[in-house]
């Protein structure tokens, strides 16, 4: 199959093939449709048994309009599999590094992936990630950044050059199908960039590990969209990467994990300008160990009905707004962490951390220099140490455990 593409994997063709093919599709499937309403009405209105030259003609081209839509149809097909196995042939790059660019010739320092072994792969660049990513594989991120959200815009940029991507709904959603369709684990929540909801999702993995070297960043250059997204995967590990917003106001969470199973995230930074370090609702068996959570201005972290065992062990969480709260969630261990100059101020009207669980470990935290109205609220049966809790500005209640 790819030794067959590279024959038409060019620029050139490409764009012919993206030019032709819908019209070809559209005009051939109207003119099937005209000739062989004719003929029915010329086969109606003869007498003798034997087709006249009108129908002979009008039956032609009825065929000549069927071939039509098969090729319109096939060159669909031949522009997404020359997406998806020779992009670079045809400047299908998206984002490189740091640039927010579509590049037409392939740079000097192009990094093309090479499988180690069957399951496991390096990637480069978000398209490279995109296309590899898979159940039971392990993807080595190289330094760089990975924006989902605009690698799809530049995407579009590609495909409908001269449009207006922002502006124009139509196109942005057409090619955001399009991606979802040859990115079977990608889905688009919803493709208008001023949407709260708006999200570019990783779904229905399993088995599969992200790790990054050093310099490997998650990004998202939108406001809107959180800079990774997982929903209904399980068996994911997140490991050695910076995930973070590229725009200095958001109003999304850096890491959103929904509806998964036994996710970790382990040696990860986590920097947000918005509202969030880390959203997780109706997930069973999450871990964070030893990750950095700072600048996230509203709060650090909201877990919300996990079952099983959520455990944040090992953590620095700097910085953020004054809020780490856990509610409806069966075993809660929170240990090793240091929490340190969250809260940017007092009047805040949040605890610090507030903890609601079925059971509870709470001991060898570093607690020290926050702001915030109600302190440390833990509701839950179980082992608390609270003696690494230090000089902080709490106001009503400094620190409250209800023993179950």
Same mark, same amino acid.
């Given at each position: 199959? *790819?030794?067959?593409?590279?024959? !038409?994997?060019?620029? #050139? %063709?490409?764009?012919?093939?993206?030019?032709?093919?819908?019209?070809?599709?559209?005009?051939?499937?109207?003119?099937?449709?005209?000739?062989?309403?004719?003929?029915? %009405?010329?086969k109606a209105k003869r007498?003798?048994?034997?087709?006249?030259?009108?129908?002979?003609?009008?039956?032609?081209?009825?065929?000549?309009?069927?071939?039509?839509?098969?090729?319109? +149809?096939?060159?669909?097909?031949?522009?997404?599999?020359?997406? /998806?196995?020779?992009?670079?042939?045809?400047?299908?790059?998206?984002?490189?590094?740091?640039?927010?660019?579509? $590049?037409?010739?392939?740079?000097? $320092?192009?990094?093309?992936?090479?499988?180690?072994?069957?399951?496991?792969?390096?990637?480069?660049?978000?398209?490279?990630?995109?296309?590899?990513?898979?159940? /039971?594989?392990?993807?080595?991120?190289?330094?760089?950044t990975y924006d989902i959200?605009?690698?799809?815009?530049?995407?579009?940029?590609?495909?409908?050059?001269? *449009?207006?991507?922002?502006?124009?709904?139509?196109?942005? $959603?057409? @090619?955001?199908?399009?991606?979802?369709?040859? !990115?079977?684990?990608?889905?688009?929540?919803?493709? $208008?960039?001023?949407?709260?909801?708006?999200?570019?999702?990783?779904? #229905?993995?399993?088995?599969?590990?992200? #790790?990054?070297?050093?310099?490997?960043?998650?990004?998202?250059?939108?406001?809107?969209?959180?800079?990774?997204?997982? *929903?209904?995967?399980?068996?994911?590990?997140?490991?050695?990467?910076?995930?973070?917003?590229?725009?200095?106001?958001?109003?999304?969470?850096?890491?959103? @994990?929904?509806?998964?199973?036994?996710?970790?995230?382990?040696?990860?930074?986590? &920097?947000?300008?918005?509202?969030?370090?880390?959203?997780?609702?109706?997930?069973?068996?999450?871990?964070?160990?030893?990750?950095?959570?700072?600048?996230?201005?509203?709060?650090?972290?909201?877990? #919300?009905?996990?079952?099983?065992?959520?455990?944040?062990?090992?953590?620095?969480?700097?910085?953020?707004?004054?809020? +780490?709260?856990?509610?409806?969630?069966?075993?809660?261990?929170?240990?090793?962490?240091? %929490?340190?100059?969250?809260? +940017?101020?007092?009047?805040?009207?949040?605890?610090?951390?507030?903890?609601?669980?079925? *059971?509870?470990?709470?001991?060898?935290?570093?607690?020290?220099?926050?702001?915030? &109205?109600?302190? %440390?609220?833990?509701?839950?049966?179980?082992?608390? &140490?609270?003696?690494?809790?230090?000089?902080n500005e709490f106001g009503?209640?400094?620190?409250?455990?209800?023993?179950?």
């Amino acid at each position: 199959m *790819k030794s067959f593409l590279e024959i !038409f994997a060019t620029k #050139e %063709i490409f764009d012919t093939i993206n030019g032709i093919s819908a019209p070809l599709a559209l005009v051939g499937i109207i003119a099937a449709v005209v000739f062989q309403i004719l003929r029915q %009405i010329l086969k109606a209105k003869r007498i003798s048994s034997e087709p006249s030259k009108s129908e002979q003609v009008f039956k032609y081209l009825f065929i000549l309009s069927l071939v039509a839509v098969i090729f319109g +149809f096939a060159g669909f097909a031949l522009q997404n599999g020359l997406i /998806k196995h020779h992009p670079e042939k045809i400047g299908f790059y998206g984002l490189r590094g740091d640039s927010s660019t579509v $590049d037409t010739e392939p740079p000097v $320092d192009t990094v093309f992936v090479y499988p180690e072994s069957d399951s496991i792969f390096y990637v480069g660049n978000t398209a490279e990630l995109l296309q590899h990513l898979g159940n /039971k594989r392990k993807l080595i991120a190289l330094p760089g950044t990975y924006d989902i959200y605009e690698y799809l815009l530049d995407t579009a940029r590609i495909l409908y050059p001269g *449009k207006n991507i922002d502006e124009d709904a139509r196109v942005r $959603d057409s @090619v955001m199908r399009a991606v979802q369709r040859l !990115f079977p684990h990608i889905e688009v929540t919803d493709p $208008d960039p001023l949407s709260i909801e708006s999200r570019v999702v990783l779904t #229905e993995l399993h088995d599969v590990v992200i #790790e990054g070297q050093k310099g490997a960043v998650i990004s998202s250059s939108s406001p809107v969209y959180a800079a990774a997204v997982l *929903k209904n995967c399980r068996n994911i590990t997140l490991r050695n990467l910076e995930m973070r917003h590229s725009v200095t106001k958001c109003v999304s969470p850096v890491l959103v @994990v929904e509806d998964c199973r036994n996710i970790r995230v382990e040696n990860c930074i986590l &920097d947000g300008s918005g509202t969030i370090g880390v959203l997780a609702r109706n997930n069973t068996d999450l871990e964070f160990g030893n990750n950095e959570i700072r600048n996230c201005r509203d709060a650090l972290a909201n877990f #919300e009905s996990c079952r099983g065992r959520l455990e944040f062990r090992d953590n620095d969480c700097i910085k953020n707004g004054a809020k +780490f709260l856990v509610n409806n969630c069966d075993t809660v261990v929170f240990v090793d962490n240091i %929490i340190t100059r969250n809260g +940017f101020n007092k009047r805040n009207y949040n605890p610090l951390i507030r903890i609601n669980a079925r *059971k509870l470990i709470f001991s060898d935290n570093v607690i020290t220099d926050n702001k915030s &109205d109600f302190g %440390i609220i833990l509701n839950a049966a179980g082992e608390v &140490d609270s003696t690494g809790i230090g000089v902080n500005e709490f106001g009503d209640s400094a620190f409250v455990w209800i023993n179950r």
